[in-house]
């Protein structure tokens, strides 16, 4: 089931984060977020419109501009696509509490999705052009640890 996992960590029936309704994917103008989260630890959420959900990735810190900075991007549970316009403050004693802000947007690419590697070009306000995200090795099984870099 998509979302399994967003549903089980929310309760959605109190007043805060969007309600997914499930739809269809795309396949053109996918849509990207990156959201800066003021959590316990200040993280960049970034998120990728695949298959009519966002995949999600925590980024602990802020996604590259430019090339050669590689940043670690951990894997998280899908979000609903209405997250994608999503910005407010989780309540406090729930999943994720803190503001949350979108830090960039737009639409993308996918150039090239394996098991292991998504390649996309982004046309964001922030971040443009090719970017990569390779799944690691680091951890124990399943693998959620990946390397976010402009290439
Ligand atoms: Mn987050």
């Known amino acids: 089931m998509k979302l399994k996992n967003y549903f089980k960590k929310r309760d959605l029936k109190k007043p805060g984060e969007p309600k997914p309704v499930l739809k269809k994917s795309k396949t053109k103008n996918q849509i990207f977020v990156i959201h800066k989260h003021y959590a316990s630890h200040l993280h960049y959420d970034l998120r990728l419109e695949i298959n009519g959900v966002l995949k999600s990735w925590a980024v602990p810190k802020q996604p590259p501009r430019t090339k050669s900075i590689k940043r670690l991007a951990i894997q998280v549970e899908d979000h609903p696509l209405e997250y994608a316009k999503f910005q407010g403050?989780?309540?406090?004693?729930m999943y994720g509490a803190g503001k949350v802000k979108i830090w960039d947007s737009g639409t993308y690419e996918l150039l090239e999705k394996t098991k292991d590697k998504i390649e996309i070009k982004l046309n964001g306000k922030k971040l443009k052009g090719k970017y990569v995200l390779i799944r690691t090795n680091y951890g124990s099984k399943?693998?959620?640890s990946w390397l976010f870099f402009k290439v």
């Not at 403050?89 to 004693?93: A, N, R, T």
């Open 89 to 93: 403050e989780i309540p406090e004693g």
């Open 142 to 144: 399943p693998k959620k």
